[in-house]
């Protein structure tokens, strides 16, 4: 393959198969599921090992996924340390109310908090498969996606030079601020807002509950989420852009006391909280996820707000597909995968948006200053436990169970 590099102070270029922007989880698991089936490939990450193994990221993972994991061989430590989940509980109108998942479906959720799965899949790419990955990089360029001789450029935070790699296929993994995003010149992103926002907490202190609580109040949502038994997430509604600042130790163990207090519950675990984020609730959808040779994937493509806990299953959904369609055709010369990726990927991704959708009623409707909001919120709850029907359908799209069956 031949090549002019147009960049400045470049050196003669490298050459990958495959460069994969973005060390996440879908990142990650792209380069093993390559590195496994010996395809040369490269990582390009702009932060640190540290940063990226410390980010505080989702924690829930589906059945579906961990099998995807497993059988790959890049569960790591998930199936000793992971916490199975096999109910939920909403409280609502004082009230308690359990929804045994498990017992209506058969099938349960692993808590895993992304940290702990990003630290497994790095150790086992860079560590044990002996991957190329580049840490620290700045000013990611994308250049000839529309060609058959696309490249990657950056700069070294080593030599302060300007690298280029050349490749066959980009992966965009970078998220939903990284450059890839960016590079679909056709695309259409749809997008909706939620209009509201969540102060995004995590504790020093062990869980209240042996399970997830939403708790559906008139002043607002409130989720509670084992992470590990030291610490807790915590999840407070907010106004949209509203400051942490606004919510000091007191306050915010006063506020989710209030929301999550209801008849029998035992009384909170409080704790130094070790951190506070405003997270403005909103959705969006690339369209198609590719462009030439460029795939997107995770949140460079789809974010999925934490509201149904989707985001991190739906980034290993489409490195798993992206991972065996770039086997087959690199391997294999078998291009259906790459042709069908985007379809496959989008069909998942929009029953996730709508199942997220319709969950932000139940989680937000009460507090809405709508009476008719509140009501119909309140007959929607009410219709999860008085209908073992409507109960199980809701459990089947909790766990994604309609996924199952493919992996």
Not at 51 to 59: K, T, V, Y
Not at 258 to 273: F, K, Q, V, W, Y
Not at 323 to 336: I, S
Request: with cysteine.
């Amino acid at each position: 393959m031949s090549f002019t590099s147009p960049h400045r102070n470049s050196p003669t270029p490298q050459a990958f198969p495959v460069v994969i922007v973005g060390a996440g989880p879908a990142g990650l698991t792209l380069g093993n599921i390559l590195r496994a089936a010996s395809v040369p490939c490269v990582v390009l990450e702009a932060e640190s090992r540290e940063f990226i193994e410390r980010r505080p990221r989702a924690g829930v993972l589906e059945e579906w996924a961990v099998r995807g994991l497993e059988r790959r061989g890049l569960a790591g430590n998930l199936p000793a340390r992971a916490q199975r989940h096999t109910e939920c509980e909403f409280r609502f109108g004082g009230e308690r109310h359990r929804l045994p998942y498990t017992e209506l479906t058969g099938h349960h959720h692993f808590v895993y908090p992304q940290p702990l799965l990003v630290t497994d899949l790095v150790r086992e790419y860079a560590d044990v498969r002996g991957g190329d990955i580049r840490l620290g990089v700045r000013d990611v360029r994308l250049h000839d996606l529309d060609t058959d001789h696309p490249s990657v450029s950056y700069d070294c935070p080593e030599s302060g030079r300007r690298e280029v790699v050349r490749c066959d296929f980009v992966a965009g993994c970078d998220g939903a601020r990284g450059v890839t995003r960016a590079a679909v010149p056709d695309a259409r992103t749809a997008r909706h807002d939620y209009g509201v926002g969540w102060l995004a907490l995590l504790a020093e202190a062990p869980p209240s509950s042996d399970c997830v609580v939403f708790g559906v109040h008139p002043r607002g949502f409130a989720g509670h989420m084992a992470r590990s038994p030291e610490v807790t997430r915590y999840y407070l509604q907010c106004p949209p852009g509203d400051d942490p600042a606004n919510w000091p130790h007191e306050r915010v163990w006063a506020e989710l006391r209030r929301r999550l207090g209801a008849a029998d519950a035992p009384p909170l675990t409080e704790g130094r909280l070790i951190e506070k984020r405003v997270l403005d609730m909103h959705n969006y959808v690339v369209e198609p996820m590719t462009y030439g040779r460029l795939f997107l994937a995770g949140d460079a493509a789809h974010l999925t707000a934490p509201i149904a806990a989707k985001g991190m299953n739906l980034a290993l959904h489409d490195a798993f597909l992206l991972g065996d369609a770039l086997v087959d055709h690199l391997v294999r010369g078998d291009r259906t995968g790459l042709d069908g990726y985007s379809a496959a990927c989008l069909g998942r991704v929009w029953d996730y948006q709508e199942f997220s959708q319709w969950l932000s009623e139940v989680y937000h409707g009460a507090a809405s200053d709508d009476p008719y909001r509140a009501g119909t919120t309140l007959a929607r709850l009410r219709r999860l436990f008085d209908s073992p029907g409507a109960a199980t359908v809701f459990a089947e799209r909790y766990l994604g169970k309609t996924a199952l069956a493919s992996w």
